[in-house]
């Protein structure tokens, strides 16, 4: 039994097969998560080091670098880079991909807590994994014009968290902003002086007075009781009742002494919504969560809850990573369809066969349901890059369908027996089908190789239409003959008759060919010119990383000069809050100062906007983010700002390098590279294209350091710790107890009144109390100096570094970076003992370009292996390859005329034509082979291209309307995949010329004659 007759005998079981594959196909997309990107485990972790207020150069030493040292002793760590300020440092460690991440993390704490007994008293740290799930998926702002910053923020911790935590898939629920409640004790100084007392002595009988503690336990009346001693204070009378000293005078109580009232904590934050002081919900998903399914469901909660909401609250949303899921899936959705749509039609034009068209109609959807069942099995999701593999691989498989069914009709109307038509053509077709198919699956090979941020998205990619490709052969191979068998009639094949038009396209094509073989070298110096011009757009494109999404919203990272208070630069800030509220593409936003969204080391003086954009139609985003640049510029003068896309900060942030530009400036010298950094900005901001430039000098706030003298400290009964604490009672007032209101505790919070220390010489001027009871002024023992904002230091590996850095507008990434490097080379501009090196998103661009160059060639040696195989002919199998390879300089030229850049999608596309050109050719060999012996060579090269002609115009046109959509943009998912599908679409467009003229010219140049029949 042959394998055609096999088929018949299965037929229904087959049959069966590919419905139940279809069904649970469909079942399984409404169970796979859908996500915005793939799941990956980036391998970075980042350590946050807190040590109290120590200065960035004792930090560095006693703390940052310790630590710095000992996680280098941690296996599998590529690099480390950290950043050290006033009291507190971010490590950002790089491992190799493909770590255990989790396990690499542990070994991190492992390593910290090893070294901790020798670090500072008080240090504290915190260790994460960085993932996309450390950023909030979904986030609201609550807003009142009646309310209390208190209220809301209550509300936002004890109601809503609480509500949203219960949704599956969310991980944690974040709250932003917002005042925490507090009593404030403000103590009159002149009455406790009058009185003998101080500031420690209040504290210490307000923490005496509030106490709950078990004392003991007691039997009575068959019961054991735990007695308990509960003095707690219950409401402000009773605080300001509180006794703190008895004698015969009387008593002194803390009314008596101080102002006691409802307050709320000192904090250095300012978080705003719309122009509204706000509190932030942010909603972060676990990882693999549905982030479509989680939005969902909030939002079901968050409207149920409005009924309990208290009046003159209002909750909107700000941030809602579902919508773009959602629409980026949608447009990619509506590739598929659209593509599908234009197959069919192409089916129908060129065949005139309706049978024939509903067959492919019905067995491409099977193949994409089928492949969906995969991605459910391995635990995929729906996101962009495995529905743009599906979108990309429709072209593809109806290729598989249109030379199964061109072959069949052909041979129908060639033998009088339908029986005999359709197993004569499954017999020839099986191995060049399953030769094609193979050259285009194993060219995505390589790409299990691929590390870095390209593999971990283009693998999602290249598994999903490997996947989808290898199904398609199976299923043109066994269900397309079957369901002909079934469908078709005599009539059908008595229809297949070359019309007029296509007699005369034939009859040109003879004749063209003719004249071509009787001089095959000819062809060379078209092929030179091809080749030539190919050469000449290469070197006009423009080079990137990631393609370019309208994302429809972006962060703006500001900073206002060092030292810059909190109320100036909301100041600032409320001004560019006026320039989005007068932007009408703007439709909400939000405002962290003293906060971000990554949750990087931040002053008071710096932090982030998120600006959420109309749906469109409206301006493109880039269009938007450059008019708001420059408003600001003119009108906010001082205020530095950097704009980047959310996913494109996210990115940066998780592979911590989120700016395009960095030049990373390398000495031991930090007072040399404090001074070069500025000049080097300076520099690079005349660059064309170069915006946001910063020197990476970042300096913390001015500071008032209080030197206490020993001698005269001794003189007045007193020691440097003493004095320290009750500064700090006095400027940054302690609390000394909590107090429990239903569900939290309240702090009691003592020190003085704000217009008594708002100043340099009022703090001078504070009284002190001695131990033995004596007042004197802080002047007397200390001299108060202020002093200018120390800069952060930065290393990376050990070694002390500055990066400057900067982002690019309306150029492209590799002609902007040679510029850089022109003026790095600049004599005089890098002086001895410092060196530099470039890193940034054009380092991982390098990386990635790398990767993909390595995985080109390997695709073009497997598919030279494979047509070796085939063949066992060098010459054949060099002709094959070079005919391929000619189809790139269609890739170039198509990817300058639509000024789409080199970036790691279009590359992704030049690999695939490679596999894409050699399947066309692998069929048009096929066809010569059948020829009979007896036809002469040159002839059988003709022949075999006119009966391919058909089939090769139907894969091409159908693949490149499949495509169309991707490549026109529509949508936003359609985006990330555009130089995609345009570098496939202009090799296509080379793609018959090639396989028809140009390989038949040089197979009959190497003058050797292959056997046919």
């Known amino acids: 039994m042959n394998v055609v007759e096999w088929m018949q005998s299965h037929r229904r079981s087959i049959l069966f097969l590919i419905a139940i594959l279809a069904l649970g196909g469909l079942a399984a997309s409404f169970r796979l998560p859908v996500a915005l990107f793939p799941h990956v485990d980036f391998p970075r972790v980042e ?57 690499a993390m542990l070994q991190v704490e492992s390593a910290i807590n090893q070294v901790l007994p020798r670090l500072p008293r008080g240090t504290s740290f915190t260790v994460r994994r960085m993932d996309p799930t450390v950023f909030p998926v979904l986030a609201y702002s609550l807003t009142s014009d009646t309310h209390s910053l208190v209220e809301l923020r209550d509300l936002a911790l004890y109601q809503l968290r609480p509500l949203v935590s219960t949704v599956k898939g969310v991980a944690k629920v974040g709250v932003q902003g917002g005042a925490e409640e507090e009593y404030e004790v403000m103590i009159d100084p002149a009455k406790l002086d009058a009185l003998g007392l101080s500031i420690d002595d209040v504290a210490r009988a ?90 969902k469901e909030v939002k079901k909660k968050l409207a149920e809850f409005r009924k309990h909401l208290p009046l003159g609250i209002k909750i909107a949303k700000w941030y809602d990573q579902s919508e773009l899921i959602l629409s980026a899936a949608g447009s990619v959705r509506d590739a598929v369809l659209i593509g599908l749509l234009f197959a069919a039609l192409v089916l129908w034009l060129f065949l005139r066969n309706l049978k024939m068209t509903f067959i492919a109609a019905v067995l491409v959807p ?52 339908q029986e005999l038509g359709i197993a004569t053509a499954v017999r020839e077709l099986s191995r060049p089908l399953a030769g094609s198919s193979a050259s285009t699956t194993i060219i995505f090979a390589p790409l299990a190789f691929l590390s870095g941020v390209t593999g971990a998205f283009f693998k999602a990619l290249s598994l999903t239409m490997a996947a989808s490709l290898l199904i398609s052969f199976f299923v043109a191979w066994l269900g397309v003959p079957i369901l002909a068998n079934h469908l078709l009639t005599q009539k059908d094949a008595e229809k297949e008759r070359p019309g007029r038009w296509a007699s005369w396209f034939y009859e040109r094509y003879e004749s063209f060919m003719k004249r071509i073989m009787a001089r095959p070298w000819l062809i060379i110096p078209v092929l030179l010119i091809l080749v030539g011009i190919g050469w000449i757009a290469y070197h006009r494109l423009g080079s990137g990383f990631m393609p370019k999404m309208d994302e429809g919203g972006f962060v703006l990272d500001y900073r206002a000069p060092s030292g810059t208070s909190l109320t100036e630069t909301d100041r600032l800030l409320r001004q560019v809050e006026m320039i989005l509220q007068e932007t009408p593409d703007v439709e909400t936003y939000s405002r962290r100062t003293g906060l971000s969204l990554g949750g990087h080391i931040t002053e008071a003086n710096e932090g982030d906007f998120f600006v959420r954009l109309k ?69 690079i901001r005349k660059i064309s294209g170069v915006v946001d430039v910063r020197d990476g000098i970042v300096l913390a706030g001015d500071a008032l350091v209080i030197h206490v003298d020993r001698d005269r400290a001794a003189l007045e009964g007193v020691d440097p710790e003493w004095v320290t604490r009750m500064l700090s009672y006095y400027l940054g007032g302690t609390v000394t107890t909590q107090i429990q209101k239903t569900p939290k505790m309240v702090g009691v919070r003592v020190w003085i009144p704000s217009h008594l220390r708002d100043t340099a010489s009022k703090v001078e001027a504070l009284r002190l109390r001695a131990p033995d009871g004596h007042f004197f002024p802080l002047r007397r023992i200390a001299r108060v ?41 600049r004599p005089g501009l890098i002086p001895k003992g410092v060196y530099y090196e470039l890193g940034g998103l054009y380092r991982q661009q390098q990386i990635a370009f790398a990767g993909l160059l390595a995985v080109f060639v390997s695709a073009v040696l497997l598919v030279f292996l494979l ?101 026109l943009g529509i949508g936003q998912g359609a985006a990330m995949l555009k130089p995609l599908a345009i570098a496939i679409i202009s090799g296509l467009c080379l793609q018959l010329p090639l396989v028809l003229v140009v390989l038949p010219a040089l197979l009959a140049l190497i003058k050797r004659e292959y056997p046919t029949g």
Do not use: C
């Open 615 to 683: 749906p469109p139609p409206r301006r493109d985003i880039e269009a938007v983010m450059e008019d708001i640049r420059g408003r600001i510029e003119r009108r906010v003068p001082g205020l530095e700002i950097e704009m980047a896309q959310l996913m494109e900060d996210l990115i940066g942030d998780l592979t911590a390098v989120p700016q395009p530009i960095e030049i990373k400036l390398f000495s031991d010298n930090g007072t040399l590279l404090r001074k070069l950094a500025p000049k080097v900005a300076e520099e």
């Open 47 to 103: 350590v946050k080091l807190e040590a109290g207020d120590r200065p960035a150069e004792r930090m560095a030493i006693e703390v940052t670098r310790p630590v710095e040292e000992a996680i280098r002793s941690v296996p599998g760590v590529r690099s480390i880079r950290s950043t050290t300020s006033r009291g507190s440092a971010d490590i950002s460690i790089n491992f190799d991909w493909g770590e255990d991440m989790v396990a």
């Open 867 to 967: 047509l070796l195989f085939l063949y066992e002919s060098f010459r054949m199998a060099i002709a094959v390859m070079a005919t391929t390879l000619l189809s790139l300089a269609g890739v170039f030229v198509g990817l300058w005329i639509t000024h789409t850049e080199i970036n790691i999608s279009s590359m992704m596309g030049l690999t695939m034509i490679v596999g894409i050109v050699t399947e066309t050719a692998i069929f048009y060999l096929s066809e010569y082979r059948l020829l009979p012996r007896h036809v002469p060579y040159k002839t059988a090269l003709i022949l075999a291209g006119r009966n391919r002609l058909r089939a090769v115009a139907m894969t091409t046109v159908a693949a490149i309307l499949a495509l169309m959509p991707l490549a």
């Open 366 to 417: 099977s193949v994409l349901a089928a492949t969906i069942i995969l991605l459910y099995v391995l635990h995929m999701s729906f996101n962009i890059m495995t529905l743009g593999g599906l979108a990309a691989a429709v072209g593809l498989i109806i290729d598989d369908m249109i030379v199964m069914e061109e072959h069949i009709v052909r041979r129908l109307g060639e033998l009088a027996n």
């Open 785 to 825: 100096e202020v002093l200018t904002g120390q800069p952060q230091i930065m290393h990376e590996d050990l070694k002390r570094m500055v990066a400057v850095t900067g982002r690019i507008s309306g150029r492209d990434m590799g002609s902007v970076i040679r510029d850089v490097k022109r003026v790095l080379n």
């Open 206 to 295: 307000l923490s005496a007075a509030n106490v709950i503690k078990a004392v003991g336990r007691l039997e009575d009346h068959y019961k054991l009781y735990l007695v308990i001693s509960d003095t707690r204070f219950q409401s402000l009378k009773e605080i300001k009742e509180t006794i703190i000293r008895a004698g015969k005078n009387g008593l002194v109580r803390l009314d008596d002494i101080a102002t006691v009232r409802r307050g709320t904590a000192p904090q250095w934050i300012r978080v705003t919504a719309d122009g509204h002081d706000a509190v932030l919900l942010l909603i972060y998903q676990q990882p693999r969560g549905n982030t479509v399914e989680i939005a």
